[in-house]
């Protein structure tokens, strides 16, 4: 089974902090993205990667930034926390982009004060 | 117009029953499709995937696809309380990255 791992479950942090998400899968997939969920909202795409050092903004970049040294690992940054930037985070994981499912991690519930 | 459309729910159906969702998309070329189930306060879990017109069958549940209507639908039969979740449709338009609906919330009443 695929296994998709986030750091934290649920995380608080203030304003103007940098802040550090990271995710890790266990099944040699190529792609990872990261989405950020809303009530209303539903899921929106912040980056993705398809590839070591790759990475391809989403829906909605701006504020986000992204690091993939290692195929196993994506870790979201936050440069400067803003409190609309609060919200549940969720990695996921794919073989390939085009086709294949999507597997999530449990997600981080982000609190920014 | 949004890409892949669902009705919010909720949907509420009695125990026992067959709980129908239906998922709309405009991508006339998307090749994949995906529904996943979502408890509240969880992530998402896939819990099937349909690449080919008609029918495929895992369990109690059924996906439908309809790519000349651009229709995907699942159906849940004998639901069960446990069966309560947000059921999200998702759409893998041709050599893009998935597109979500927002979601289906379904009730099954005991």
């Known amino acids: 089974d695929v296994k998709v791992t986030q750091s934290s479950r649920y995380l608080v942090k203030r304003t103007g902090e940098k802040v550090f998400l990271e995710c890790v899968q266990d099944?040699?997939?190529?792609?990872m993205f990261w989405y950020r969920q809303d009530p209303g909202l539903g899921l929106r795409l912040i980056y993705f990667?398809?590839?070591?050092?790759?990475?391809e903004k989403g829906d909605i970049p701006e504020g986000y930034s992204v690091s993939r040294e290692k195929k196993e690992r994506f870790s979201l940054i936050l440069e400067s926390a803003s409190t609309n930037q609060t919200s549940m985070y969720l990695c996921?994981?794919?073989?390939?982009?085009?086709?294949?499912?999507?597997?999530f991690g449990p997600g981080t519930r982000l609190t920014v004060l | 117009q949004k890409e892949v459309e669902q009705n919010s729910g909720p949907l509420s159906v009695p125990e026992g029953a067959i709980a129908s969702l239906n998922c709309t998309y405009s991508d006339r070329g998307s090749q994949s499709f995906f529904w996943y189930r979502q408890y509240s306060g969880k992530s998402p879990e896939l819990i099937m995937s349909?690449?080919?017109?008609g029918d495929k069958e895992d369990g109690r549940f059924t996906a439908q696809l309809n790519k000349a209507s651009q229709y995907v639908s699942l159906l849940i039969r004998d639901s069960q309380p446990s069966d309560s979740a947000t059921y999200l449709c998702a759409v893998n338009p041709q050599g893009g990255k998935l597109i979500f609906g927002q979601g289906t919330e379904l009730s099954v009443k005991p």
């Open positions: 996921a994981s794919s073989l390939i982009i085009g086709g294949n499912e999507q597997f």
């Open positions: 990667s398809y590839d070591v050092k790759m990475k």
């Open positions: 349909i690449y080919s017109n």
């Open positions: 099944m040699d997939h190529e792609n």
